[in-house]
């Protein structure tokens, strides 16, 4: 047998090789569809009251850019601080990541960037437009009224706020108990209001007269003054009953002092949960005594279940009728309510007396939080009538000069962010109706809606790169979930029940970086593109160009394979059909 | 240095000693020992090499391909429906005349599902142009891999290293390792004849019109022609420094046999009990030991088994409609050959099934004591 081996050479070893460039072979003119790169709108974001842009908020976050991800969120929302902590997170409820494992902890998030990115603060404020020489009166300096002159002074208006109370801030300077929201928080994102420009005139309560004589040196009005006297119960004996409202604002006083024995509050929203929290850490055993069933209060549901973890008794179903005084002490009677088979005109059961009975409860301290209503006749927006713009958050009336009605009094639900959102939409209103008139101003409205509204983009009336954003709307399915694993939601650190009830120290902790960056790390950033590249890697042609961090699609090659699209894992590719 | 060590874990040696830089499998029982070894001295850094992890093996054999087209060492392993699903990329492999190295070890196909010993997996891809090598223990398998590089690289077609899963992949047996420095000696650096490289691109595997398809496949027969002639220049030089040889086929007491009994895999080892036994009682029995498979050594089979009386091919695989596939091969062999002794069909040992001394002995009796072949194959050890 022949043993010599073979130069390499000898080898027969015809192969298909050419060194002449492919590209010849102009691939591209094989399409019949041709995608690109189209942005769609997360659904957090059409949720959010504000319209922030979540998705690029989380994705900016978790590239650690935490002043950009501020700067993305003052460009929708003053008060990310004051938000991350009180809002009732309607964004984390259509969180497209619940259909994985849980929503992404969004408002932890907000809460994150609003305390922790620092910058220079101009640099992070929105870019104003110059001066336009018109000036805006702004009745009350709570969160609509605060985000009205943010926003109107963003858009070149000058801004001057009335606030009766000796600090501005309305509800979340006076309203809310330091431990959902420290003073310190709220002063910091007021402050950085006022040096964005706009001047708050505190310790002057405004009047009808005033507002006659201001109409001849402002422009526009905006009203946003709020709830600011308790309702009555209309019961005898209701004088020895004390107003939460009051009690809530005296603790943010400064007026802490120690509470013992047992107390009653009568109520079932957010108001009297506070009332009744406040009690529970100023040392006494507070009962709330509610007429309907515990799940028909108005009071958020995390609120609830907290006041009843911190040792706060529910009594639902009673509802009180008198009010005596016995030895120094109270004894409230209350009537004995069942549901029946009616609906109030919000949708809610109807409670009515459940036969005769009678049940008294003795007290040492009574506390009503059963609503509020404004504390004058002019607060109130007008009513359906010719010449009224009502809006999906303010009122608009008159003509010369405007008012613009806003705040809890025409938002739909009564929430800080639908504040904020009322004080942006009444700032675009008075925009478009000074810039082309009065009819105009639906129509531009509805061009800034993020998804199908009403959520209200400032980033999209400035012409910023939302105005190009499909309103489609992101859903679970538009994922690529093949791009994500389970991962548990992120739990901020909180206080132990037993220390809680003994202070009004904030419950929960801001998140840590490595928290912040795990948490992030979980939004799929729905409909928008993170750079993840993975439609440049996987392109068969080659044909994804990425020049200047911008990627293109070259059509000399792109066959319309759709595999980029495909792969894309949020949705922010689009295939068009050829034309 | 002399090692007791397991079937797959003699190739993991082979192919860590012949410092392969690109490994891509994905696994199956019971090849899954070999890249289990592998990955982890890719992990540890005993291999300087990149292991690539695939979701199947139709991308394990992509991603070997990929690399061996720029140039560098490749190695992968498969088995049974692996082996099935890699078909397509198999001939790619050889008409793109890469010199991958491949262990397969031979495991039945299903349904019903079955992970044990049959060759029908291997045999099936015996017309995708790759090489296939049959070894008998870890021994062999681990010096058959070594020269399957040398034999691959030579000519530029992929080699199969295959072996009897469990008989031979899970079995520990003394196994002598190699020092590197020996091996160096036997197996230089690749030097690719085909290497794509970006700072000089061009293509390859593009558009073959009629007017040269039909010679690129002539090459490739041309190139296979000559494997057994480089094969025993490569076991020539392994011999000079290991001392071991092996040859396309070994023939065991042939010379005056009246009746050869040819087998494969471990079933030799057996074979060689048998023929011992039965030489002892007067019976003028050989064996022959066919390890290539591809290119079938169709000369050697004439010079060897054309003076018998009698053939008798003990197939551990079956070709549906016809018969055991290496008794086809044979009879094809044989039959342009001056003479051409009767080849008896034996089926034995399929899906993992033992093929022991005794079914041996009956495949021989059955033969010396049929005056004519009445089937192409006959099924033995099949249960009543």
């Given at each position: 047998m022949a043993a010599k081996q073979k130069h390499a050479e000898q080898i027969p070893l015809f192969i298909s090789r050419s060194n002449i460039s492919t590209e010849i072979n102009k691939t591209g003119s094989w399409r019949f569809v041709r995608p690109k790169y189209h942005e769609k709108t997360a659904p957090c974001s059409a949720a959010c009251p504000a319209g922030e842009d979540i998705a690029r908020i989380e994705m900016l976050s978790n590239q650690g850019r935490?002043?950009?991800?501020?700067k993305t969120i003052l460009l929708e929302n003053p008060f990310p601080s004051v938000c991350g902590r009180v809002c009732f997170h309607p964004c984390e409820t259509v969180c497209n990541r619940a259909g994985l494992d849980d929503p992404v902890a969004i408002h932890d998030l907000e809460r994150f960037i609003g305390d922790t990115a620092d910058g220079d603060e101009l640099k992070l404020t929105p870019k104003k437009l110059p001066e336009n020489g018109k000036t805006v009166c702004i009745v009350g300096a709570g969160p609509s009224g605060l985000s009205a002159g943010y926003f109107l002074s963003q858009l070149g208006y000058v801004c001057d706020i009335y606030e009766a109370q000796s600090e501005p801030g309305g509800i979340l300077r006076w309203g809310i108990p330091g431990y959902r929201l420290p003073n310190a928080v709220v002063a910091s994102e007021i402050r950085r209001i006022i040096n964005f420009g706009v001047k708050i005139i505190c310790n002057t309560p405004v009047t009808q007269d005033f507002l006659e004589k201001a109409k001849v040196r402002y422009h526009a009005f905006f009203i946003g003054c709020g709830y600011g006297r308790s309702l009555k119960m209309n019961i005898p004996g209701e004088n020895m009953a004390?107003?939460?409202?009051?009690?809530l604002n005296s603790l943010r006083d400064g007026k802490i002092e120690p509470i013992n024995g047992t107390a009653a509050v009568i109520g079932g929203g957010n108001t009297a949960i506070d009332v009744a929290r406040s009690l529970v850490r100023l040392g006494a055993a507070a009962t709330l005594i509610y007429r309907r069933r515990k799940q028909d209060m108005p009071a958020f549901k995390a609120e609830v279940e907290m006041a009843v973890k911190e040792g706060v008794k529910i009594k639902e179903l009673f509802s009180p009728i008198r009010i005596k005084e016995d030895a120094g002490e109270y004894v409230l009677s209350l009537q004995l309510m069942k549901t029946s088979d009616m609906k109030t005109d919000g949708g809610r059961v109807r409670v009515i007396p459940d036969g005769k009975a009678i049940r008294h409860l003795r007290v040492q301290k009574i506390f009503t939080a059963i609503g509020a209503e404004p504390s004058a006749s002019w607060q109130f927006p007008p009513g359906e009538h010719t010449g009224t713009l009502h809006l999906s958050h303010c009122t608009l009336t008159g003509n010369n000069p405007p008012f613009l009605y806003g705040g809890d009094l025409t938002n739909p639900i009564k929430s800080v962010t639908d504040a904020i959102a009322?004080?942006?939409?009444?700032?675009?209103?008075?925009?478009?109706?000074?810039?082309?008139?009065?009819h105009a101003v639906e129509n531009g409205l509805s061009f800034c809606l993020v998804g199908k509204g009403p959520a209200?983009?400032?980033?999209?009336?400035?012409?910023?790169?939302?105005?190009?954003?499909?309103?489609?709307?992101?859903?679970?399915?538009?994922?690529?979930i093949d791009y994500f694993s389970m991962a548990g939601r992120v739990k901020t650190a909180s206080i132990e029940v037993n220390h809680r009830i003994?202070?009004?120290?904030?419950?929960?902790?801001?998140?840590?970086?490595?928290?912040?960056?795990e948490e992030t790390r979980r939004c799929f950033n729905c409909g928008i593109c993170n750079a993840c590249d993975n439609c440049r890697i996987f392109c068969p042609e080659i044909a994804v160009i990425l020049q200047d961090s911008e990627r293109r699609i070259n059509l000399d090659y792109c066959k319309g394979c759709g595999i980029c699209v495909f792969e894309c894992p949020r949705n922010a590719m689009g295939l068009e059909e050829e034309s | 240095m002399k090692q007791v060590i397991e079937g797959s874990h003699a190739v993991s040696e082979a192919v860590r000693l012949a410092k392969v830089q690109v490994m891509?499998?994905?696994?199956?029982?019971?090849?899954?020992?070999?890249?289990?070894?592998?990955?982890?001295?890719?992990?540890?850094?005993?291999?300087?090499?990149?292991?690539?992890?695939?979701?199947?093996?139709?991308?394990?054999?992509?991603?070997?391909i990929g690399a061996s087209s720029a140039g560098v060492r490749t190695f992968t392993a498969t088995s049974s429906q692996g082996l099935a699903l890699m078909h397509e990329l198999l001939h790619w492999a050889a008409a793109a005349r890469l010199p991958i190295v491949m262990a397969e070890v031979n495991r039945a196909l299903a349904p019903g599902w079955n992970i044990w010993m049959d060759q029908t997996d291997s045999l099936a891809q015996r017309d995708t142009g790759w090489i296939q090598l049959y070894c008998e223990d870890g021994q062999e398998v681990l010096d058959t891999t070594l020269q399957a590089y040398r034999l691959a690289e030579a000519i530029n077609l992929p080699v199969m290293v295959v072996m009897d899963a469990f008989f031979l992949s899970h079995t520990f047996e003394p196994v002598d390792v190699p020092d590197q420095e020996?091996?160096?000696?036997?197996?230089p650096p690749f030097s690719p004849r085909i290497e794509i490289n970006t700072s000089d691109p061009f293509a390859i595997g593009q558009m073959a019109p009629p007017n040269v398809y039909m010679e690129m496949r002539h090459d490739i027969q041309k190139a296979m022609e000559l494997v057994p002639g480089i094969f025993t220049g490569v076991e020539q030089e392994f011999t000079k420094i290991f001392s071991r040889t092996y040859g396309p086929v070994e023939k065991v007491l042939c010379n005056d046999a009246e009746i050869i009994m040819v087998v494969t895999g471990t079933a030799a080892s057996t074979c060689r009990e048998v023929i011992s036994d039965l030489r002892s009682k007067d019976e003028k029995v050989g064996m022959l030991k066919l390890k290539m498979f591809r290119p079938f050594p169709t000369d050697l089979i004439r010079e060897y088994l054309g003076r018998a009386k009698k053939i008798a091919v003990v197939d551990r695989n079956f070709s549906f409609g016809a018969s055991g596939i290496f008794a086809q091969e044979i009879r094809a062999a044989l039959c342009n050959n001056n003479t051409h002794p009767p080849v008896f069909g034996y089926i034995a040992g399929l899906g993992g099934r033992d093929v022991t001394p005794e079914i041996l002995s009956e495949i021989y009796w059955k033969t010396k004591n049929s005056p004519i072949l009445e089937n192409e194959s006959v099924w033995v050890g099949l249960l009543d």
């Open positions: 935490y002043s950009d991800a501020l004390l107003d939460g409202l009051e009690f009322s004080g942006k939409q009444a700032a675009m209103a008075i925009d478009i109706f000074f810039n082309q008139g009065r209200l983009s400032m980033e999209r009336y400035m012409g910023g790169k939302r105005s190009v954003r499909d309103s489609h709307i992101v859903s679970y399915g538009d994922i690529n003994r202070s009004f120290d904030e419950i929960e902790a801001t998140f840590t970086i490595s928290q912040a960056m | 891509s499998a994905y696994p199956i029982t019971p090849q899954t020992h070999i890249v289990e070894a592998l990955s982890e001295y890719c992990a540890d850094g005993t291999m300087n090499a990149r292991f690539l992890c695939v979701e199947s093996e139709h991308s394990a054999m992509a991603a070997v020996l091996v160096d000696r036997f197996l």
